[in-house]
């Protein structure tokens, strides 16, 4: 691994480091342990990531499918955005017993990046027409701010890098052991109530590290936000590391630096440093909290491989010592918790003032599944209604910007046309689903088409219900739709039915919230739904709210004084 000393955070060697007894070693770099202790270090050790871009090119594309090597196939391929997708009709009670190359399609998921959910209207028609062309005329927003492709041949792929890239637009380490696209407000910049605007700060740190050597190979995916919004609309509590935007007690604006969060099946709260970061001084200290993750990150067991088992084990203080001791080589000053968010709901969906008197409207899709056909239409409405800038938000939606006060009504309406709801019901706008069985080789349920089916029925059942609630739908317990932070959370699994077959279903998990004294959902021991019951499930508890809540009392709230029998 090579990089420029300008760029490198070195340690500072002044001392040998601690070795931990072998039998201990998790695999750290820093401790000595560089000898690769599985499979997918080995693989990264063999090859960077990184490489694998001009093999597609020279070799992949003539090839197709059949001739890509195991190890670009069902590895390296990820530091170019793309996944291997799941054949069609496996179902979910397969999903563990069959090898990868028993699940897997001769077709891709393709992760477009988008750092900071920022689009021109061209570069969304970009997306779109890769979509209709080459993906079967299917997209997905995920809930990273990413737009997903599916169907997608190794043929084509240099031909979509050719379009993305002529848009200022990357697949460049969308997945992998790499920093994943970074997270930003969609709204950054444009409300006159944030903190501070937070792109400048990407965008640097995008210029200078993506695609850089120097971090294509860490223990596990890096993801990051960084954010001023007086909403904290992109989870920092559950990012590996994060920087929100706070205001000193003399007024000064800058960050205050998280470390440590993540979800899957050991789902960790980020931890605050406690430390004051200048906005000028972000794209340095990322890299040097990046630097801690690659050179003392677990690398042992893939499974402990994530920065939040380093934090927990470590503990906040001794990450900030190391982070400047060895890194920076400097203090950072104590700085101010974020103020709670200012809204119950921590999206931009609605009609928003934007501070140059124009509007911005957040619509909701259909969990995030829409059409490159449709795409399209929107980045037409971007130019009708605004001036051509769309957003993508961390909760799979879409923003239009720029709209004129005599435009709002007309845009709206455009968006309802194709059942884009700006001013959507409580299930619609708080609804997600992951992938799901469709084309994921880890899901064992489906997702995106129950989700939808889900609450247009709730929709139907409880056609006054206002209160803003999260319902998130996950087809396995890797959290992609991150069902333990959801009001309702649904982790796919195999569900036994009253005829004592095997069918697909979830696990429960009731009241999840980030924010003040954040917290991950109930469960209940035994307690899973068939995907038939779901919607008779969602309609008892929430009754049952609706009847026992306080005044004021929000789902969570009720569901953490609620009696186990309400809730199941």
């Not at 931990?20 to 693989?43: I, S």
């Not at 399609?105 to 992760?111: E, K, T």
């Not at 992951?434 to 489906?446: D, N, P, S």
């Not at 009001?487 to 999840?512: A, T």
Request: hydrophobic share 35%; aromatic share 8%; charged share 25%.
């Amino acid at each position: 691994m090579t990089s420029s000393p300008e760029t490198r955070p070195t340690r500072a060697g002044t001392r040998p480091p601690r070795r931990e007894a072998p039998a201990r070693g998790q695999g750290q770099w820093a401790l000595g342990y560089r000898e690769p202790l599985n499979p997918n270090e080995r693989m990264k050790k063999d090859a960077d990531g990184l490489t694998v871009r001009q093999r597609v090119l020279d070799i992949y594309q003539h090839t197709g499918f059949g001739g890509i090597d195991p190890s670009d196939l069902r590895g390296r391929m990820r530091w170019m955005g793309l996944y291997t997708q799941r054949a069609q009709g496996i179902p979910g009670g397969k999903t563990a017993v069959l090898e990868p190359e028993e699940l897997e399609d001769s077709y891709f998921m393709l992760r477009v990046r988008i750092d900071g959910g920022q689009l021109s209207s061209d570069q969304l028609r970009t997306i779109a027409g890769i979509s209709t062309e080459f993906g079967r005329d299917v997209a997905d927003v995920t809930d990273r701010q990413n737009v997903q492709l599916h169907w997608i041949r190794i043929e084509d792929v240099p031909e979509i890098w050719r379009r993305l890239e002529a848009v200022g637009l990357s697949t460049t380490e969308a997945c992998g052991d790499t920093p994943r696209t970074m997270l930003n407000c969609p709204l950054a910049g444009i409300l006159a109530d944030e903190v501070l605007d937070a792109t400048p700060a990407i965008a640097e740190t995008v210029e200078k590290y993506l695609g850089n050597p120097e971090f294509s190979n860490l223990p596990r995916k890096w993801k990051t936000s960084m954010s001023g919004c007086v909403d904290h609309c992109t989870g920092h509590e559950i990012n590996d590391v994060s920087f929100v935007g706070v205001r000193t007690a003399d007024g000064e604006v800058g960050y205050d630096l998280w470390v440590g969060g993540g979800l899957s099946t050991n789902p960790m709260l980020a931890q605050r440093l406690g430390v004051f970061v200048r906005p000028e001084e972000v794209t340095e200290v990322w890299a040097a909290c990046t630097s801690v993750f690659r050179d003392y990150g677990y690398r042992r067991q893939r499974n402990r491989a994530r920065i939040k088992f380093l934090v927990a084990d470590w503990g906040p203080e001794r990450f900030r010592q190391v982070l400047q001791d060895e890194y920076l080589h400097r203090a950072l000053p104590d700085g101010p918790a974020p103020a709670p968010a200012a809204h119950d709901q921590r999206d931009h969906v609605g009609v928003m003032r934007q501070k140059d008197g124009r509007n911005a409207l957040g619509f909701a899709l259909r969990t995030g599944r829409i059409s490159g056909t449709l795409l399209a239409r929107v980045a037409d409405l971007a130019d009708e209604h605004g001036a051509g800038r769309v957003r993508t938000t961390a909760q799979q939606k879409l923003v239009l910007l720029d709209v004129p006060d005599e435009r709002v009504e007309d845009a709206v309406a455009a968006l309802a046309e194709h059942d884009l709801q700006v001013r959507p019901s409580a299930f619609r706008r708080g609804t997600m689903a992951c992938t799901g069985l469709e084309f994921c080789k880890l899901a064992i349920v489906e997702t995106k088409q129950h989700a939808q089916d889900l609450y247009a029925e709730l929709e139907k059942r409880l056609p006054a219900f206002d209160t803003p609630l999260s319902i998130n739908v996950n087809g396995c317990p890797n959290a992609c739709a991150r069902f333990q932070t959801a009001d309702i959370g649904f982790k796919g699994s195999m569900v036994r039915d009253d005829s004592g077959e095997m069918v697909e279903g979830f696990q429960v998990h009731l009241g999840g919230h980030l924010g003040v004294e954040a917290a991950f959902g109930r469960k209940f021991r035994g307690h899973k739904v068939t995907k038939a019951e779901t919607a008779d499930y969602c309609e008892r508890v929430l009754r049952g709210y609706v009847e026992r809540r306080a005044d004021g009392e929000g789902f969570a709230a009720y569901v953490a004084r609620a009696e186990e029998s309400w809730l199941l």
